[in-house]
C-alpha cells in the first residue's frame, strides 16, 4: 500500500489514496490510524486522511485522528488534501469542493506555474448556538462562561468550525499548565463530544498566538478549524478586527472573518515523502 505524508505548518497527516477503487478488504482505518501515526512505530503523524471519491464533491476526505478517532474536519488536512487532489490531476478546476463530515468546502488554490504555493478555505459559517457546538452551557453565543478544571477557573468562548472548539484567552504561557489542563479540558463534562482546546494571546487588533490541544491528538502545531474558531471567539470578546494573522508554533495562518459570516482561513501544504507500506506495519 502506497502512502504520501504531508503537513500544514508542522500538523502532519499520512495520506491513503483510494479515489480510484478501495481494496476488496478494506482495513480497519482507527487501527490503522493509531499504527501509523505512532511517532515511534509507525510513520508518524497527528491523522490519517483518506483520498476517496465523491457523489457530492469533487472528492470526499475521511479524516481518523491519532488515537483512531474521527472527527468532523481539519483545516491543515484539507488544504493539504486539496494540493494532493490537484497534483494527482483527479480535479483539475480552481476552485474545487471537498466532502468533509462537516459539509462540502471550497477551496480556492493559488497556482505559479504548476506549483501549488497556498490554498485558501471557504471554512463555511461559525456555529454558536450552545446545542450545535455542542456545549452544555446557558446562552447563545456562549462568550465568556466559567470553566471550573480541577479548582482552577477560566473564562472560555465556544465556537464550532464543524467540529468544537473552546477558546480561552491568557495574558502568556509562562503560568499555563498545558499538559494537564489541555486534555482535562478535553474531556469535561460540558463537552459531550468532547473539545479541542485553543489557548490565545492577543498580540494586536490584528493577530493572535495560538497553543493547541487537539481532541484526539494532542499537542500540535497548528490547528486550521482552531485559529478559525479562535478569530470568531476573538471578535466576539472585541479584542480584535476580523482579519486576523494567527501565530502558531508551526507557523502563521490568515484568517479572516467576512461580512458574510463565512470565515476563510488561507495557508501553505507541503509535502515530505512518499513510501511504501510493508506488511509488517499493518499486522
Same mark, same amino acid.
Given at each position: %500500500?502506497?502512502?504520501?505524508k %504531508?503537513?500544514?505548518?508542522?500538523n502532519?497527516f499520512v495520506?491513503?489514496?483510494?479515489?480510484?477503487?478501495?481494496?476488496a478488504? +478494506?482495513?480497519?482505518?482507527p487501527?490503522?490510524?493509531?499504527k501509523?501515526?505512532?511517532?515511534?512505530?509507525?510513520v508518524?503523524g497527528?491523522?490519517?486522511? %483518506?483520498v476517496?471519491?465523491?457523489?457530492?464533491?469533487?472528492?470526499?476526505m475521511?479524516i481518523?485522528n491519532?488515537?483512531?478517532?474521527e472527527?468532523?474536519m481539519?483545516?491543515?488536512?484539507?488544504?493539504?488534501f486539496a494540493?494532493?487532489i @490537484?497534483?494527482?490531476g @483527479?480535479v483539475?478546476?480552481n476552485?474545487?469542493?471537498?466532502e468533509? +463530515?462537516?459539509?462540502?468546502l $471550497?477551496?480556492?488554490?493559488?497556482v505559479?506555474?504548476?506549483?501549488v504555493t497556498?490554498?485558501?478555505?471557504?471554512m463555511?459559517?461559525?456555529i454558536?448556538?450552545?446545542?450545535?457546538v455542542?456545549?452544555?452551557s446557558q446562552?447563545?453565543?456562549?462568550?465568556g462562561?466559567?470553566l471550573?478544571?480541577?479548582g482552577?477557573? #477560566?473564562? #472560555?468562548?465556544a465556537?464550532?468550525m464543524?467540529?468544537?472548539?473552546?477558546?480561552?484567552?491568557v495574558e502568556?504561557?509562562e $503560568?499555563?499548565? *498545558?499538559?494537564?489542563?489541555?486534555?482535562?479540558?478535553e474531556?469535561?463534562?460540558? #463537552?459531550p463530544?468532547?473539545t479541542?482546546?485553543?489557548?490565545?494571546?492577543?498580540?494586536?487588533?490584528?493577530?493572535l498566538?495560538m497553543?493547541?490541544?487537539?481532541?484526539?491528538?494532542?499537542?500540535t502545531?497548528?490547528?486550521?478549524t482552531g485559529?478559525?474558531?479562535?478569530?470568531?471567539?476573538?471578535?466576539?470578546?472585541?479584542?480584535?478586527?476580523?482579519?486576523v494573522?494567527?501565530?502558531?508554533?508551526?507557523?502563521d +495562518?490568515?484568517i479572516?472573518w467576512?461580512?458574510?459570516?463565512?470565515? @476563510? %482561513?488561507?495557508?501553505?501544504a507541503? @509535502?515530505? *515523502?512518499?513510501g511504501?507500506?510493508?506488511?509488517?506495519a +499493518?499486522s
Amino acid at each position: %500500500m502506497e502512502i504520501v505524508k %504531508m503537513h500544514g505548518l508542522g500538523n502532519d497527516f499520512v495520506f491513503i489514496d483510494h479515489f480510484q477503487g478501495a481494496p476488496a478488504e +478494506l482495513p480497519d482505518y482507527p487501527e490503522l490510524a493509531r499504527k501509523l501515526c505512532h511517532r515511534q512505530f509507525g510513520v508518524g503523524g497527528d491523522g490519517l486522511i %483518506m483520498v476517496l471519491p465523491s457523489a457530492k464533491a469533487d472528492a470526499r476526505m475521511r479524516i481518523l485522528n491519532s488515537d483512531g478517532s474521527e472527527p468532523e474536519m481539519c483545516g491543515n488536512g484539507i488544504r493539504c488534501f486539496a494540493r494532493y487532489i @490537484y497534483d494527482q490531476g @483527479y480535479v483539475t478546476k480552481n476552485p474545487l469542493q471537498v466532502e468533509t +463530515l462537516a459539509g462540502i468546502l $471550497t477551496l480556492q488554490l493559488s497556482v505559479a506555474g504548476d506549483q501549488v504555493t497556498g490554498v485558501r478555505v471557504d471554512m463555511g459559517e461559525p456555529i454558536l448556538k450552545s446545542e450545535q457546538v455542542p456545549v452544555l452551557s446557558q446562552g447563545d453565543p456562549v462568550v465568556g462562561a466559567k470553566l471550573d478544571v480541577d479548582g482552577q477557573e #477560566f473564562e #472560555f468562548t465556544a465556537v464550532s468550525m464543524g467540529n468544537p472548539h473552546c477558546v480561552i484567552f491568557v495574558e502568556d504561557y509562562e $503560568t499555563l499548565d *498545558f499538559e494537564r489542563i489541555g486534555p482535562a479540558i478535553e474531556k469535561h463534562p460540558l #463537552f459531550p463530544r468532547k473539545t479541542n482546546v485553543e489557548f490565545i494571546i492577543v498580540n494586536s487588533p490584528r493577530e493572535l498566538t495560538m497553543k493547541v490541544w487537539e481532541r484526539g491528538a494532542g499537542p500540535t502545531l497548528a490547528c486550521g478549524t482552531g485559529a478559525c474558531a479562535s478569530v470568531v471567539a476573538a471578535v466576539l470578546n472585541g479584542r480584535t478586527e476580523r482579519k486576523v494573522t494567527v501565530h502558531l508554533p508551526g507557523g502563521d +495562518l490568515l484568517i479572516e472573518w467576512g461580512e458574510d459570516n463565512r470565515v @476563510y %482561513m488561507t495557508g501553505p501544504a507541503a @509535502y515530505v *515523502f512518499k513510501g511504501v507500506l510493508l506488511e509488517d506495519a +499493518l499486522s
